[in-house]
T-cell receptor, first 109, second 115 residues
């Protein structure tokens, strides 16, 4: 069945450094890959998404890259700030959206 | 309201009781998902409604779980004969369009506690 794998499960980076979270997917028919941020006790919120007709998308300090051949996509956060601390989920799928298990990102002062 | 609304926000019940969780999607959104999130865990897919099509129930963990969506809008997730392992936050999300290529908008969830 469809599967989305996400790594790492936990990531700690120094404030100001970059963070990278990686995901792989199994369904080659997938063509939409959103990323969600979930702060403690709150709902997941979309932060960026990418469709299969592009290889990269950027929004200020956040960027996502997609490699359809290898079936993997990554989230890049540059110049990290304390408010970036949260759990991040990748997702993908063709007939329904499946989420990765999440990455808990800690920004260290 | 403008967003996805879920009720109740919290539900505490005794083991063995039935519970109903409600989701009001954003007006005009044809797709509706239910997810379960245990403490500190990821989003476990439960069920997906898309327009008038038959729902994808492949994520329901047992026959104690069922969901319906009346009139293509409000959805109810029902858990019969609740067990302690059913304790979790149940999240609903809706999205626009007929495919899976649209962003999902989540509600605040229902925190279910089974005593």
């Amino acid at each position: 069945g469809e599967n989305v794998e996400q790594h790492p499960s936990t990531l700690s980076v120094q404030e100001g450094d970059s963070a990278v979270i990686k995901c792989t997917y199994s369904d080659s028919a997938s063509n939409y890959f959103p990323w969600y941020k979930q702060e403690l006790g709150k709902r997941p919120q979309l932060i960026i998404d990418i469709r299969s007709n592009v290889g990269e998308k950027k929004d200020q300090r956040i960027a996502v890259t997609l490699n359809k051949t290898a079936k993997h996509f990554s989230l890049h956060i540059t110049e990290t700030q304390p408010e970036d601390s949260a759990v991040y989920f990748c997702a993908g799928g063709s007939d329904k959206i499946i989420f990765g298990k999440g990455t808990r990102l800690h920004i260290l002062p | 309201g403008a967003g996805v609304s879920q009720s109740p926000s919290n539900k505490v019940t005794e083991k063995g009781k039935d519970v109903e969780l409600r989701c009001d999607p954003i007006s005009g959104h044809t797709a509706l998902y239910w997810y379960r999130q245990s403490l500190g865990q990821g989003l476990e897919f439960l069920i997906y409604f898309q327009g008038n099509s038959a729902p994808d129930k492949s994520g329901l963990p047992s026959d104690r779980f069922s969901a319906e969506r009346t009139g293509g809008s409000v959805s109810t997730l029902t858990i019969q004969r609740t067990q302690q392992e059913d304790s979790a936050v149940y999240l609903c999300a809706s999205s626009l369009g007929t495919g899976v290529n649209q962003p999902q908008h989540f509600g605040d969830g229902t925190r279910l506690s089974i005593l």
